[in-house]
Nanobody
Framework: QVQLAESGGGFVQAGGSLRLSCAAS????????MGWYRQAPGKQRELVAA???????NYADSVKGRFTISKDNAKNTVYLQMNSLRPEDTATYYC???????????????WGQGTQVTVSS
């Protein structure tokens, strides 16, 4: 089993920055992909970004150029640096992880509890 613990959410004004962290524990040595989803009230969940252990990344078009995902394999931790935040980035952000190295577009074996990000205009 794998446990995912997110941190770093909060309240920020438009144009500001936040960094989310997600630490994996448990049977982590087989994890190949980690990523972040978000879900705003009344909207479908969407993949924000994902990264493989080898460093390949996938981003939603809406965050390209503003968000950066990175992974520290030694710490089994994935980070999401969010810059130039907009009110439409407001959502609950969920960390996800997958054993399948092909799951760069939809990592979904394990989920975190979520962390709230609120961007004011």
């Amino acid at each position: 089993q794998v446990q995912l613990a997110e941190s770093g959410g909060g309240f920020v004004q438009a144009g500001g920055s936040l960094r989310l962290s997600c630490a994996a524990s448990g049977t982590t040595f087989r994890l190949n992909v980690m990523g972040w989803y978000r879900q705003a009230p009344g909207k479908q969940r969407e993949l924000v970004a994902a990264v493989t252990s080898g460093g390949n990344t996938n981003y939603a078009d809406s965050v390209k150029g503003r968000f950066t995902i990175s992974k520290d394999n030694a710490k089994n931790t994935v980070y999401l640096q969010m810059n130039s935040l907009r009110p439409e980035d407001t959502a609950t952000y969920y960390c996800a992880a997958d054993f399948d190295a092909r799951a760069l577009t939809e990592p979904d074996d394990y989920w975190g509890q979520g962390t709230q990000v609120t961007v004011s205009s």
